[in-house]
């Protein structure tokens, strides 16, 4: 007797189990995905950190061979002004050659200050080292970091209480409250009026006098700030600060510069809503700061606030708890 054998017909998925299949996957992808991005954002931090540590490390070098920490900002009078008008030369100008930036260093022009014409180039260059991977504001020529000026929320000065500020000279041995109490460098998120990396203005000195994070990446990409336009103009009230730097004034006359339109409500709601000359960042729940005794630490936003303003003050002989 005979059998005869029927070809098994395959048979494929039924609606019901291509949409549990699917439905397991984007579970899985659920799960994963927050742990690819905290990954991610641990990888941006550990860059971050590593910025600011070869930032202070750049200082102690430099105090290494002038005995002395480059002043925040040099000008002919004070206070700074947050616009292009002055000398301006600030601190990371001072260090190009220690982090590495040796050819921008040869191509800044010192004669006339930060906003000369002949400056435009090579302080609209880029420093990788001063950029946070974890922050979206990278406008060229910009820091993500700032040296500590003061402890309260004032103009940058020559009589301020950090470590760098107005034509300052400040050795290891002045900062008495010890260096392992005193913020040398902190994460900074770009200010309302960008002036770039170079300046010893708002753009690259803060103050532990606002709390950390009290200005967001958020609060700032509310107002698009590229799109403020400036225009050339010569300062009349141009100087050199005498005996400061390498600068000599041009016998030609007193320096091209840059004006921000100071009426543009954009930058005023935004500097009346927010702190905006304290420390921040885009990482969440704390910025990181390089102490002076070159330790990198990450401060928590709910830190006390009295402890974190005396961070800011190198001299003020008060016990610092802990953080």
């Known amino acids: 007797m005979s059998q005869t054998f029927r070809p098994l017909r395959r048979r494929g998925f039924t609606l019901i189990e291509l949409l549990v299949v699917i439905a397991i996957i984007a579970v899985l992808i659920a799960l994963l995905l927050p742990a690819v991005q905290q990954a991610r954002e641990a990888?941006?931090?550990?860059?971050?950190?590593?910025?600011?540590?070869?930032?202070?490390?750049?200082?102690?070098?430099?105090?290494?061979?002038?005995?002395?920490?480059?002043?925040?900002?040099?000008?002919?009078?004070?206070?700074?002004?947050?616009?292009?008008?002055?000398?301006?030369?600030?601190?990371?100008?001072?260090?190009?050659?220690?982090?590495?930036?040796?050819?921008?260093?040869?191509?800044?022009?010192?004669?006339?200050?930060?906003?000369?014409?002949?400056?435009?180039?090579?302080?609209?260059?880029?420093?990788?080292?001063?950029?946070?991977?974890?922050?979206?504001?990278?406008?060229?020529?910009?820091?993500?970091?700032?040296?500590?000026?003061?402890?309260?929320?004032?103009?940058?000065?020559?009589?301020?209480?950090?470590?760098?500020?107005?034509?300052?000279?400040?050795?290891?041995?002045?900062?008495?409250?010890?260096?392992?109490?005193?913020?040398?460098?902190?994460?900074?998120?770009?200010?309302?009026?960008?002036?770039g990396w170079a300046s010893g203005t708002w753009s690259t000195l803060r103050n532990t006098g606002p709390a950390i994070n009290a200005v967001t990446t958020q609060d700032l990409n509310a107002v698009p700030l590229d799109e403020f336009t400036t225009d050339l103009y010569y300062d009349e009230d141009y100087s050199v600060p005498e005996g400061l730097g390498d600068a000599q004034e041009d016998e030609a006359g007193p320096p091209a510069a840059e004006v921000f339109d100071e009426i543009d409500p954009r930058i005023a709601e935004l500097e009346q809503k927010h702190d905006l000359h304290g420390f921040s960042c885009s990482h969440d729940g704390g910025v990181h700061v390089c102490l002076a005794d070159g330790a990198v630490r990450f401060l928590n936003q709910r830190m006390n606030t009295e402890t974190y303003r005396q961070l800011g003050h190198r001299s003020d002989g008060e016990l610092v708890g802990d953080f």
């Open 43 to 195: 990888a941006r931090r550990t860059q971050c950190k590593n910025n600011i540590m070869q930032l202070g490390l750049a200082l102690h070098n430099y105090h290494m061979a002038h005995e002395t920490l480059p002043p925040g900002c040099v000008n002919s009078t004070g206070p700074v002004e947050e616009k292009p008008v002055g000398y301006h030369v600030g601190w990371i100008v001072q260090i190009l050659p220690y982090i590495g930036e040796r050819v921008a260093w040869n191509h800044f022009t010192f004669d006339g200050g930060v906003y000369t014409k002949e400056n435009v180039e090579v302080r609209q260059h880029t420093i990788p080292m001063l950029m946070c991977p974890s922050n979206p504001m990278r406008s060229e020529g910009q820091s993500h970091y700032a040296a500590c000026h003061h402890d309260v929320d004032e103009p940058i000065d020559n009589d301020n209480n950090g470590v760098m500020f107005l034509n300052s000279r400040i050795r290891f041995r002045d900062i008495s409250d010890g260096r392992a109490y005193t913020i040398l460098v902190g994460e900074a998120l770009i200010s309302a009026r960008p002036l």
